[in-house]
Nanobody, 112 residues
Framework: QVRLVESGGGLVQAGGSLRLSCVQSGRIFADRTMGWYRQAPGKERELVAEITSTGTAKYADDVRGRFSISRNSAKNTIYLQMNNLKPEDTAIYYC??????WGQGTQVTVSS
């Protein structure tokens, strides 16, 4: 059974930075795309960024240029470096392993 554990969320002022991490443990699916999604109160869960096993990344339009996703295959971990954060980035951020499952989420709150 696979387990995804996120960390790195928190409270930050607008313009600040945070780095999220997601570690895959248990049964490892090294060849699957992994990504970050977020869900704000009253809104649907949306894709933020995803990265393939070979390192190809894709970003949502509103985070491109501010966020960067990376992957350390040796550590079964993905990261999301978030810079120039805005209040509208406030949400619960979830790690996703394609076609397998989700992490429990980590709260990111950006104050104005």
């Amino acid at each position: 059974q696979v387990r995804l554990v996120e960390s790195g969320g928190g409270l930050v002022q607008a313009g600040g930075s945070l780095r999220l991490s997601c570690v895959q443990s248990g049964r490892i699916f090294a060849d699957r795309t992994m990504g970050w999604y977020r869900q704000a109160p009253g809104k649907e869960r949306e894709l933020v960024a995803e990265i393939t096993s070979t390192g190809t990344a894709k970003y949502a339009d509103d985070v491109r240029g501010r966020f960067s996703i990376s992957r350390n295959s040796a550590k079964n971990t993905i990261y999301l470096q978030m810079n120039n954060l805005k209040p509208e980035d406030t949400a619960i951020y979830y790690c996703n392993l394609a076609y397998i499952g989700w992490g429990q989420g980590t709260q990111v709150t950006v104050s104005s």
